[in-house]
């Protein structure tokens, strides 16, 4: 058999062995996904006890569907401010989280009750946007014959679908010509978008 043959039919067996080994090494295993370096997960007290928020595991899991969208038309989906009014704070997933484990905060779906169940976050109760100047006794103030007394009003966080939507900031501003304190009203600009973006748990979903 001439030379050049041989070492041909020596590389395709050796090229054959590769395959064959790479096909029967296992899978690589997922690498861990915490929410911190020092935070696998938290456990969050909701209306039907509680429920331990972490992150999907799958490395290879992604947004698919509505959530995957990038360019909803606007009007009247249109990209809204950062602070949606004088003296709210604007926050992350980890300010989020740590407001959901405080006995002393209400996180609140400002989505209509059809978006709240088909998936949220857990531990935030749903007000919708069209109803919250009229709930705040839910939220700390006392109704008074002029309207609401919010001396009492406990730290407020609102979140909706996302940067996009405008039912959270609407809600916020509400709240504020009714009488809740701006200082306590938190905007979790990201809504449901950033937090499954993340992998984040949702209920109802």
Known sequence: MPAVQCMWSADMRVTGFLAALVLALPAFANEPVGIRRDVVSVTVETLNGPVNIGRIQDNDNQITGDW?????ACPPFCIQPMSPAEGVTTI??????AMLQSPKAVVVDSRTPSWFEGGTIPGAINIPYTE????????GCELDFDGYLCENAVPVALF???????QSPTDIRR????????????????GMQGWRLLGLTVTGD
Do not use: Q
Request: hydrophobic residues 40%.
């Open 175 to 190: 709240m504020i010509e009714a009488g809740y304190p701006a200082d306590r009203i938190f905007y979790y600009r990201s």
């Open 92 to 97: 992350g997933e980890l300010e989020l989280l």
């Open 132 to 139: 919250a100047a009229d709930r705040l006794d839910a939220l």
């Open 160 to 166: 909706c679908n996302g940067a996009w939507c405008g």
């Open 68 to 72: 995957a969208k990038t360019s909803r």
